[in-house]
């Protein structure tokens, strides 16, 4: 696509006008894919995760994690779109605790891979990447201040697509001129040499006569 930044910048400015304009739609969203996410994650714990070390309790752990991952992310997506008004306050508090309590099980998991050779930087980013979306609920629970922080992410997604529709269109416009420029003597180029062919044909044709 040969204007990737125009349509990415037109894409993301009108994302961000209507983050600005319906941020209580975008809280609900964000709690539809956390509770999307929180199934897929305990899904993947239970088939992936739970092989990497035959240790009973870390086998335990993760299970419980997973099963609670599930039920989590099912009530997340699944009561707020059944009975909506204060639902979704009530599971975005839900995911909260469940954020909190499934790292801190992450972190417990981890301590067990101690002396067991697995790589376990990867489950404490994983781990603190939970901590950190809990923290983002946290902040936009309050629904004044969620509302806040959502149309500030708005604003900046917003002024990223303007700031890209004019990178496209400066961008375009450098390239236009610098094409006009690089045809101008090539023009002129051809003019001298016809005129000289034309010069050469005439005296050629004087000494025939």
Do not use: C, Q
């Amino acid at each position: 696509m040969k204007r990737w930044y125009l349509f990415s910048g037109i894409l993301a400015a009108l994302l961000g006008l209507l983050v600005i304009i319906f941020p209580a739609f975008w809280i609900k969203l964000v709690v539809v894919i956390l509770g999307l996410a929180a199934i897929a994650y305990g899904i993947y714990s239970l088939k992936i995760t739970k092989v990497i070390s035959d240790e009973l309790n870390y086998r335990r752990t993760i299970f419980i994690k997973s099963i609670v991952s599930i039920v989590a992310g099912l009530m997340a997506v699944l009561f707020p779109l059944a009975i909506g008004g204060a639902a979704w306050t009530a599971m975005i508090w839900l995911l909260i605790f469940y954020l909190l309590i499934s790292a801190a099980a992450g972190f417990y998991a981890a301590a067990l891979l101690k002396d067991s050779g697995v790589e376990r930087k990867r489950y404490i980013i994983e781990n603190l990447l939970l901590l950190a979306a809990a923290v983002v609920l946290i902040l936009i629970s309050p629904r004044s201040l969620g509302n806040a922080i959502i149309r500030l992410i708005g604003i900046v997604v917003l002024v990223a697509g303007l700031a890209l529709i004019l990178f496209d269109v400066f961008s375009a416009r450098g390239k236009v001129e610098v094409i006009i420029k690089d045809e101008r003597p090539v023009a002129e180029e051809e003019t001298v040499n016809h005129d000289g062919d034309a010069a050469v044909d005439s005296s050629s044709n004087d000494a025939d006569l």
